[in-house]
């Protein structure tokens, strides 16, 4: 079935880890069937500590440093870029807390062996972290939910970042959100026609608190906000017409409500309606040249996102 050379890398972002990623990297597996060359890939985003010291002293394949803290998305696209660099056929994308069972990438990479997924990711047992409040988890499951409706696939874990992805893939995927990659690439992999495939895998005990998620709070400020830009980004259209639609409604009602009351005699005292109605619908004249314009730009950057993955399938 697999008649070609197979490369793997699994990358692992840091962000002052060098009290966990030993264990990590230790975990990771040394030979996988089906896949002939496994090469490991640390990004160090901007560490502190002395994480870039401790992951060549156990001699990973490759290191990318940054200067100064850019975030996870920002480390996990730069892993993207440097994997493909480095001839990678497949990617793996591992946390360096280790709170991924390293066992399941060979289950993880098996649909894109098989042609059967562009994307997998990784289906934490919810339910059965310990670790994870009751809050934590009704939040991880309606983020999930939410996730699914917008982006219309069914993705079960969306926030999971334990994710193989075929080089094909990671060449057509940009993410320009800083706070996360993980919801802005499903969507953007569904508006692209790739495949996404989840399967379920285990998780290890924690071994440290989780540094995207200060407090559930600001964890779901930032998913919405999140969503709501992605949302902007990739269905711009439907957005400022939506907007538009609602102003255009809240002004017919507003005219009709003047309009009755005029006819009845009663008008002189509700001027304020007409006001506000021509308001409204003045805006929404300018939400759907918004949308017009905004689809404009979609289209062209689709054509320039499609002359950027020939680039890079050339390198």
């Known amino acids: 079935m697999y008649n070609q050379l197979m490369k793997l890398v699994i990358q692992i972002p840091c962000y002052n880890e060098q009290d966990t990623v030993l264990t990590a990297l230790s975990a990771l597996p040394k030979k996988i069937c089906n896949i002939d060359e496994i090469e490991i890939l640390v990004i160090d985003d901007g560490s502190?500590?002395?994480?870039?010291?401790?992951?060549?002293?156990?001699?990973?394949?490759r290191v990318?440093?940054?200067?100064?803290?850019?975030?996870?998305?920002?480390?996990?696209?730069a892993g993207l870029n440097t994997s493909l660099q480095m001839g990678a056929d497949i990617i793996v994308n591992f946390d360096a807390d280790?709170?991924?069972?390293?066992?399941?990438?060979?289950?993880?990479?098996?649909?894109?062996?098989?042609?059967?997924?562009?994307?997998?990711?990784g289906t934490r047992p919810i339910e059965d972290i310990k670790h994870f409040s009751f809050v934590k988890k009704v939040l991880q499951k309606l983020g999930s939910y939410v996730m699914r409706k917008v982006s219309a696939t069914d993705v079960q874990d969306a926030p999971s970042g334990f994710r193989a992805i075929s080089a094909d893939a990671a060449r057509r995927i940009n993410i320009f959100d800083n706070y996360t990659y993980t919801l802005e690439m499903i969507i953007q992999a569904q508006r692209k026609g790739l495949n996404i495939v989840c399967v379920p895998i285990r998780v290890n005990e924690d071994l440290r608190p989780s540094r995207l998620v200060k407090s559930n709070f600001s964890y779901i400020v930032r998913s919405i906000v999140t969503m709501m830009r992605i949302f902007i980004i990739y269905r711009p259209f439907r957005f400022f017409a939506f907007i538009g639609l609602l102003m255009l409604l809240s002004a017919a009602v507003l005219g009709f409500r003047f309009l009755y009351f005029y006819l009845t005699g009663d008008g002189q005292g509700h001027i304020q309606s007409l006001i506000l109605c021509a308001i409204l619908s003045f805006l929404a004249f300018q939400c759907g040249l918004l949308a017009v314009i905004s689809d404009l730009l979609a289209i062209n950057r689709k054509l320039l996102e499609d002359v950027q993955f020939m680039l890079r399938e050339r390198k």
């Open 48 to 61: 502190n500590d002395n994480t870039s010291q401790v992951v060549k002293d156990w001699g990973v394949d």
């Open 64 to 77: 990318v440093s940054f200067t100064r803290n850019l975030g996870l998305a920002r480390a996990f696209e």
């Open 98 to 121: 280790n709170q991924y069972c390293a066992d399941d990438i060979e289950k993880l990479i098996e649909p894109i062996l098989n042609k059967k997924a562009d994307i997998v990711i």
